[in-house]
């Protein structure tokens, strides 16, 4: 007896061992799938928003951060996925992110198979992008703010790589209503009226989700949910650096799944949910959807109630018609946190109820390509989505131009005007002084006129050049991804509702197309060349066509390059990667990308400085509370605090660095442990300047309805550059003591923290803040969405702009100063304050 149990149990062990390897084999041939998240915020102060024109930010509403997704399958082909909490993603930056992850990973990541694109938050700090027409806006281009968003994207990337884990995949879909409205309704009507009779809205309301599963041990790893709706819940008023609408939605989803908690764990950590909200075909699509109001006159004249049409916001020369659109909620951060918390609680349905799930051999495949629109010639391959059949005629011999805006972008949109009312969008009236100028810095040929069709040219932007650089290139880079049978299409711009339909019905019919397959449309991808529209809506001279750079065929080129991208991954062996469409040729203005740094945008003129000192003021101590507490707060209340704080800016690059924190008192442990930091969606971060090298740090935390209660206090915490630093630094500089080369003398790390308050239960049924803690699994309606209204926010008043702080001592510094003022002074003319 006892000898046979000596001979089961080495078969028992060579059972289970053989079983393990087995599946760890099966392991290995399935699909594997990582998620990691950094923080990409950047300077929170000083720094103009990369959206709207002369908006400056002072403050910190919730953080930005880069949500990545890196993808392998059993034949060893990688892909990484990532969406930024960005206004775009520029070709410099994604051309940069991919040469430093092809040095890290040995080649296995590169620009190829590496898919970046941005939420299209107009509430975030600009000055990334190598395209000096978009540079301008922010002013400028800076390369420590570029260098911090790379630095984030990739150290995502290569956590979610190391994150890596055999993941189940599913499939979702469905509709949001309620969240979108299209702001050209005018100009979606001038497409064919039996194209629109095959869809019910004048706006994509459907959701898709992908949701990655642990194949292992069930646990989420993260979903990415395409919707289609601009980030522009927050107007441009708003001072505070924020994610908006799909910020908010990322962070709530993620709080959910995260236990509660914020911020990520560093690193990227195993174990973190994230979500990801990209945007989709969301050129027209708007989040303020009560729609456009006639800002009350200063007589009184009109009332703030009164609805108008946009097409009326502009009215005659030098005098503003003013129109404001409106989101469901009180105020533009009520707004954001609804429309927000709309895509959160439909991504929430879908990844519950997601049962398609997709093959476990799936394909992952990547074609990437960046070719110079200008010199392409294309056939109309849209004319056959109309046609009775494919044989009927089209045209073939397309051709798209040199980039130019027009008119009609100059007038901006509801979600932001121009700062003068002359342009008005959906008219070709032109100016002779706008003409003349235009012309001395780059004339518009009659070649120019015809390849622009019915677009007036306001500015030949691609035939303009600064040291060697034009002001916007015509070099696209275009990508499609394959997982499976989802094909994502990227591209570097905004699409129209009706373009992007066409787009993705074009897909659809290629020969060789799988019957289950779906075609997402991945805006604001790998660059930014602003917008697409189709032919007819081109033609209406609205907001979106002035800014279709590259003439009427735009569409037609990119459907006709998706199609060949498309048929090369269809017909192409399963292999390691696609590789690229053909040789990828390296823009030539990407190289010169260090010619930017003489191109940079100072402090905002504000006599301050980006750099500047930091003084408390005489009697005062750096973290001092300014603002009495009382004694006790409800929940629901509003915590207010003020502190003698640092510039902001001397912060900026400072790891796992938070500006404000709140703590409860732990009874058990005797200790103060953080609830809430400046991620969280119930605090508020601003910087208030003063005089002399002053500056104040206003904190305030809506406590939410299920805040535990017990004992708090709040903290600030900052870096100054005082005076002794500055002497220092001089002494530095002439060589004593001693320095490596680039180093700088020690900031003074700050810490300030409130008196004790504490936090009770509410006694009344006030309206509270609508934190992640009060949300729970209720039906998506209207109705429940406004039941939970977010908190009001601090009102200051807005800090004025100048227009001459655009100018900077680089371009001044110039032998072309006649004509950099020129373009300084049409662009402050016509640049409108939303043209993103």
């Known amino acids: 007896m006892q000898t046979i149990w000596h001979w089961k149990l080495p078969m028992a062990l060579i059972l289970m061992i053989a079983f393990c390897i087995l599946s760890t084999i099966s392991a290995v041939q399935g699909f594997e799938v990582g998620a990691a998240m950094m923080d990409i915020t950047g300077p929170v102060a000083q720094v103009n928003t990369m959206g709207y024109a002369h908006a400056k930010l002072s403050g910190l509403h919730i953080r930005l951060f880069c949500r990545a997704f890196a993808f392998r399958d059993s034949a060893g082909n990688s892909a990484a996925y990532a969406v930024l909490d960005l206004a775009m993603v520029s070709h410099l930056l994604s051309f940069t992110v991919g040469k430093r992850l092809s040095e890290a990973t040995g080649g296995r990541f590169s620009e190829t198979n590496v898919m970046l694109s941005a939420t299209h938050t107009h509430a975030g700090p600009g000055g990334f992008n190598q395209d000096l027409f978009v ?55 001038l497409n064919p009226a039996a194209e629109r009779a095959r869809y019910p809205t004048n706006v994509d309301t459907e959701m898709h989700l992908l949701r990655f599963d642990d194949a292992q041990t069930g646990a989420p790893l993260g979903s990415i949910a395409w919707f289609p709706v601009h980030g522009t819940s927050l107007k441009v008023s708003n001072r505070y650096v924020s994610g908006d609408n799909k910020g908010i939605a990322s962070q709530l989803m993620e709080r959910h799944f995260n236990g509660g908690r914020d911020w990520p764990p560093a690193g990227g950590a195993r174990g973190t949910f994230v979500a990801a909200f990209p945007q989709s075909h969301s050129g027209d699509v708007s989040p303020n959807v009560r729609g456009v109001f006639r800002v009350p006159d200063a007589d009184g004249a009109a009332g703030e109630g009164d609805e108008v049409e946009e097409v009326r916001c502009n009215s005659s ?4 018609f003013d129109c404001e659109s409106k989101g469901p909620g009180k105020d533009q951060y009520k707004s954001a946190m609804i429309i927000g918390r709309m895509q959160f609680q439909t991504a929430m349905k879908l990844h519950q109820s997601a049962t398609t799930e997709l093959p476990k051999s799936l394909t992952l495949s990547v074609v990437h390509d960046t070719r110079d629109v200008s010199e392409e010639r294309f056939p109309a391959v849209l004319d056959l989505l109309n046609s009775v059949n494919n044989s009927a005629s089209y045209r073939k011999d397309l051709r798209a131009c040199k980039a130019a805006i027009g008119y009609a972008f100059c007038a901006g949109t509801a ?44 500015l030949n932007v691609g035939k303009i050049f600064w040291s060697g650089i034009p002001f916007m290139s015509s070099q696209i880079p275009t990508q499609l991804l394959r997982i499976g049978p989802i094909f994502i299409l990227a591209l570097p711009t905004e699409v129209t509702t009706m373009a992007g339909r066409r787009l993705m019905e074009s897909l659809r019919r290629t020969e060789g197309f799988p019957n289950e397959g779906k075609v997402l449309i991945n805006g604001l991808s790998n660059g930014y060349y602003f917008y697409v529209t189709t032919e007819e809506e081109y033609n209406g001279s609205y907001y979106e066509a002035g800014a279709t750079l590259f003439g009427p065929h735009t569409l037609n080129f990119y459907a006709w390059h998706a199609s060949r991208m498309l048929r090369s991954i269809l017909t192409t062996k399963r292999q390691k990667n696609s590789g690229n469409f053909q040789p990828k040729r390296t823009p030539s203005d990407l190289d010169k990308s260090n010619r930017l740094d003489g191109i940079s945008g100072g402090g905002g003129g504000d006599g301050q400085g980006i750099n500047g000192l930091d003084f408390a003021g005489f009697g005062k101590n750096f973290g001092q509370q300014l603002l009495n507490l009382r004694n006790s707060y409800e ?60 500056s104040f740090a206003l904190i305030r935390w809506d406590i939410p309805a299920g805040q535990r209660p017990g004992d708090y206090r709040i903290g600030y915490r ?53 934190s992640d803690d009060s949300i729970r699994e209720t039906a998506l309606s209207e109705g429940n969405i406004r039941s939970h209204p977010a908190a009001s926010m601090l009102q200051f008043k807005p800090e004025s702009s100048s227009a001459g702080t655009a100018v900077n001592a680089g371009c001044i510094a110039s032998a072309k100063v006649a004509q950099i003022m020129a373009i300084f002074w049409l662009l402050q003319m016509m640049t409108p304050l939303a043209r993103l």
């Not at 540079?135 to 260098?147: I, Q, S, V």
């Open 718 to 770: 900052g870096h100054c550059r005082t005076f002794s630093a500055a002497l220092a630094e001089t002494s530095w500089a002439m060589g004593w003591p001693k320095q490596q080369k680039g180093e700088q003398p020690p900031l003074l790390p700050v810490s300030g923290e409130s008196r004790r308050f504490r936090v009770v239960a509410a006694r009344s049924n006030k309206l509270r803040f609508a």
């Open 135 to 189: 540079a301008l806006n922010t002013p400028g281009f800076d390369r420590a703010y570029f260098n911090y968003i790379v630095d984030g994207v990739v150290q995502s990337i290569l956590a979610a790589d190391r994150a890596r884990t055999p993941a189940r995949v599913l499939s979702n879909s469905g509709h949001l209503y309620n969240a979108s409205v299209n702001r050209h309704p005018h100009q979606y009507l």
């Open 317 to 320: 020369v030098f005098k503003t």
């Open 415 to 458: 979600d932001g005007k121009a700062l003068f009312s002359y342009f008005t969008s959906g008219t070709q009236r032109a100016s002779v002084l706008v003409d003349a100028i235009r012309d001395l810095l780059a004339k518009v040929t009659p070649e120019d006129a015809e390849c622009q069709g019915s677009k007036r040219i306001c």
């Open 635 to 694: 929940q629901g209340d509003t915590v207010e605090l003020k502190f003698v704080a640092c510039n902001p800016r001397h912060s900026f690059g400072i790891s796992n660095h938070s500006f404000l924190l709140v703590q409860r008192y732990n009874t058990r442990l005797h200790r103060w442990e953080t609830v809430r930091n400046d991620a969280s969606l119930d605090t508020r971060f601003l910087w208030q300047q003063g005089d002399f090298f002053q």
